[in-house]
């Protein structure tokens, strides 16, 4: 797939309503549901749209906020895949998740449902969720989304409040018969740039060497969010000795998100929109908007990036360098490589000034 003229995956906020708390929310969710909230009439014509704009249509991962603060979320997901994509959930772990609704998903067509967990103990889950019970009912669901035939997908945030709980939350994902685990680098926005510290560049670094130990002997997919350093480490590492010719999924290149009211960003951690698609066409946005070609440049990225002689599978998190310099093509701050063209590392905005911890590495 091209990524330049279509993206492989879409998030998609139908909502930023729920019922949780979480300190490193990048929506800042809300109780009550926002009175612009695109209707099901919109969201079905701009999937009619995408239908026929994208040769391979990409895949819709309906998150918030929680989904299921809207009644109409079944017409939604019948309208996508009436259309034919394929439809994951990313649901929030409250009562109105039940096995029951799962079921009704599995009906229905939904191809995989991401539930989170950020911690090995309902302690560490539990508080950085904001609610109470919240690590409890996650298992039960998970058994619930498996046992359905649905895929599931577990997505774990690591930051300095849950990176020490790393290693024995990848042994529960074993445990749990996922089909994917995906790893979110937390990123300083939203309610995260004050209630949750991000990683310093060495303990990310020790992480994602552990992730991709991991990854190798792993019988699922595992990969990492707001770290594409990822592939930088696997392509050194050899652990995988194609994947330098692969470009990561990331910021722009590949995934776009459309918020709750239209807004179209390069990602929902990347807080910069290039259009709206109740104005402009969804594919004319992820083609042509500079934002977008811009972060599909390497060569327009700046610092240590520009001169990577791995920011083609990399490029670094855009999103990250929004956030701490807001400059959206910035260096990463929190990757420590130094190319080999640097003697010394230039300057560079840390990430966070305390030390973190490195979690599963010591």
């Given at each position: 797939m091209d990524v330049t003229t279509q993206p492989h995956l879409v998030g998609w906020e139908l909502t930023r309503a729920c019922q949780l708390r979480c300190r490193h929310c990048r929506a800042q969710a809300i109780t009550e549901r926002h009175g612009d909230e695109l209707s099901l009439e919109q969201i079905a014509g701009v999937l009619d749209h995408m239908a026929a704009a994208f040769s391979h249509p990409p895949i819709l991962i309906f998150t918030g906020g929680d989904p299921l603060e809207r009644p109409d979320l079944p017409d939604i997901i019948a309208a996508a895949r009436e259309r034919g994509f394929l439809v994951a959930l990313a649901p929030s772990a409250t009562p109105k998740l039940t096995p029951q609704v799962v079921r009704e998903w599995a009906a229905i067509g939904?191809?995989?449902?991401?539930?989170?967990?950020?911690?090995?103990?309902?302690?560490?889950?539990?508080?950085?969720?904001?609610?109470?019970?919240?690590?409890?009912?996650?298992?039960?669901?998970?058994?619930?989304?498996?046992?359905?035939?649905?895929?599931?997908?577990?997505?774990?945030?690591?930051?300095?409040?849950?990176?020490?709980?790393?290693?024995?939350?990848?042994?529960?994902?074993?445990?749990?018969?996922?089909?994917?685990?995906?790893?979110?680098?937390?990123?300083?926005?939203?309610?995260?740039?004050?209630?949750?510290?991000?990683?310093?560049?060495?303990?990310?670094?020790?992480?994602?060497?552990?992730?991709?130990?991991?990854?190798?002997?792993?019988?699922?997919?595992?990969?990492?969010?707001?770290?594409?350093?990822?592939?930088?480490?696997?392509?050194?590492?050899?652990?995988?000795?194609?994947?330098?010719?692969?470009?990561?999924?990331?910021?722009?290149?590949?995934?776009?998100?459309?918020?709750?009211?239209?807004?179209?960003?390069?990602?929902?951690?990347?807080p910069l929109a290039a259009g709206n698609v109740l104005e402009t066409d969804f594919a004319g946005i992820y083609r042509e908007a500079p934002l977008f070609q811009a972060l599909r440049d390497p060569e327009k990225l700046r610092g240590k990036c520009h001169i990577c002689p791995f920011r083609f599978v990399c490029g670094g998190s855009r999103a990250r360098a929004y956030a701490v310099t807001g400059d959206p093509l910035a260096q990463d701050p929190a990757c420590p490589y130094i190319p080999p063209p640097l003697e010394t590392p230039p300057p560079s905005p840390a990430v966070d000034a305390a030390p973190a911890p490195v979690g599963p590495l010591g």
């Open positions: 939904v191809h995989a449902i991401s539930l989170s967990l950020d911690g090995a103990t309902a302690q560490v889950h539990d508080r950085f969720r904001g609610v109470r019970g919240t690590f409890d009912r996650t298992l039960a669901l998970a058994h619930a989304v498996v046992e359905s035939g649905v895929n599931l997908q577990i997505n774990t945030s690591v930051c300095m409040q849950t990176v020490r709980d790393l290693a024995p939350i990848g042994d529960m994902v074993e445990e749990l018969g996922v089909s994917s685990w995906e790893v979110f680098f937390v990123v300083p926005t939203g309610r995260a740039r004050t209630a949750a510290w991000p990683l310093g560049p060495e303990s990310q670094e020790l992480a994602l060497h552990w992730l991709v130990g991991y990854r190798r002997r792993a019988a699922f997919r595992v990969t990492a969010v707001g770290a594409p350093q990822l592939w930088r480490i696997v392509h050194q590492t050899r652990a995988d000795g194609d994947a330098h010719r692969r470009p990561a999924i990331r910021d722009g290149q590949g995934f776009a998100f459309i918020d709750h009211v239209g807004n179209v960003f390069p990602s929902g951690y990347l």
